[in-house]
Structure formats: structure tokens, C-alpha cells
């Protein structure tokens, strides 16, 4: 039982460049979430999916698209990065809005550095 | 939308001391509101949580408040240890959307 797993682990891009942070879960988990995380500035919500074939903008929604390919897959997509989304991302998942749980399990994170 | 404001930004403690963070949330709907650990290079993890019908929770060293007239929120670690050093969020949830604070970056000295 892998939990949240994101690739790739690290990434070094070029101003302009795109490319695509992935992530899946094997909890049957409704919710999925990506957050970055900035040295104080905590953990900012980009998108959100709450469930499978719909996401909603989260607090830094700027620069991002994203794709809720199937229940388990949530993926980021950075179009043309810019300096300003060097960062760690991290992809998240819970049972659901209405579970009553509300529990986050956490990737083990994606560090993108942009030049 | 929500608003969670955290303080301080960095505390620092003597082993065996009582450390507390706070939390203010600007949603008055919020209904739910976990605390996180994260230790150095490693991803957050939930430690405690605490629901709006509820005013305080207790899980051995560590509890929450709950101040809902006031909109604020608190963690309380007593008997701090060296493995208590680590960043803490605390975080609001309304319409499903988790959102956190800024983090406290609590270092406790042997």
C-alpha cells in the first residue's frame, strides 16, 4: 500500500519550459489536493478536486492547470514556469468533504527549481 | 474565502517547557481544524485534530482549544522534548478546501 506517490522527486527547468508534476493514490480517496510550499509561507493551495471529474482554484491558482484523470491520478501542470514557482509541491488526498474524515496524506514531495 | 493566520512564525524552548501556538481562521462556517507536523525534509503529518461542536482535545502531551466567538484556535505541547523540534501548521477547512497557516518553526534546546 503505497498511500500518495508524486513524480518526479525533482526537477530542474528553464524559464518558459512546461512540464507535468504527477501524482496517484491507492486509498480509494474521493478528495485530492496540490499544495506548494514556500519558506514562510507555509502550505498554499493551488487546486483542488473533490472529487473525481471535478477541481476547483485554491488560494495560487496563477500559472497551473490541472487534471483529475481518474480517481486515483490528480496531476499539476505547469504551462511556461516562471522563476516565481520554484518551490515544493506536494499532492495530497482524504476520504471526501462528506467522509467526515478529513485526514491528509501527503506525498512525499516534488522540489522544482526554475532558472 | 478562509483566512488562517498563524503565530509565531519561530519559537524556541527549553527542554521540558510548554510551547503554544496559535491560530486565528477568518470563515466563520469553518467546521474542522487539524494540526500538522513536519519534520525536516520529510512531508506533514496530521498529529491532532478538533471539530467546531468541541471545545478542547487531549492526546497525551499534546491538546487543541477551540475559541469559536473569538475565531482562534491553539496548540499546546507540554513537557517539550528534543523530538518536538520541527515546522507545525495548523489549518481550517470550509466547503472541503483545507487551508493552512503560515507555520511555526519550534526548536527545543536540551
Known amino acids: 500500500n503505497a498511500g500518495v506517490t508524486q513524480t518526479p522527486k525533482f526537477q530542474v527547468l528553464k524559464t518558459g519550459q512546461s512540464m507535468t508534476l504527477q501524482c496517484a493514490q491507492d486509498?480509494?480517496?474521493?478528495?485530492m489536493y496540490w499544495y506548494r510550499q514556500d519558506p514562510g509561507m507555509g502550505l498554499r493551495l493551488i487546486y483542488y478536486s473533490a472529487s473525481e471529474g471535478t477541481t476547483d482554484k485554491g488560494e495560487v491558482p496563477n500559472g497551473y492547470n490541472v487534471s483529475r484523470l481518474n480517481k486515483r491520478e490528480f496531476s499539476l501542470r505547469l504551462e511556461s514556469a516562471a522563476p516565481s514557482q520554484t518551490s515544493v509541491y506536494f499532492c495530497a488526498s482524504e476520504r471526501g468533504p462528506r467522509s467526515g474524515a478529513n485526514v491528509l496524506t501527503f506525498g512525499a514531495g516534488s522540489r522544482l527549481t526554475v532558472l | 474565502g478562509e483566512n488562517v493566520e498563524q503565530h509565531p512564525s519561530t519559537l524556541s524552548v527549553q527542554e521540558g517547557d510548554s510551547a503554544v501556538i496559535k491560530c486565528t481562521y477568518s470563515?466563520?462556517?469553518?467546521?474542522?481544524f487539524p494540526w500538522y507536523k513536519q519534520e525536516l525534509g520529510k512531508r506533514p503529518q496530521l498529529i491532532i485534530d478538533?471539530?467546531?461542536?468541541?471545545g478542547e482535545k487531549k492526546d497525551q502531551r499534546i491538546a487543541v482549544t477551540l475559541n469559536k466567538t473569538a475565531k482562534h484556535f491553539s496548540l499546546h505541547i507540554t513537557e517539550t522534548q528534543p523530538e518536538d523540534s520541527a515546522v507545525y501548521f495548523c489549518?481550517?477547512?470550509?466547503?472541503?478546501?483545507?487551508?493552512f497557516g503560515q507555520g511555526t518553526t519550534l526548536q527545543v534546546k536540551p
Open positions: 478538533i471539530r467546531s461542536n468541541v
Open positions: 486509498m480509494n480517496h474521493n478528495s
Open positions: 489549518a481550517a477547512i470550509n466547503t472541503g478546501k483545507l487551508i
Open positions: 470563515d466563520s462556517a469553518s467546521n474542522y
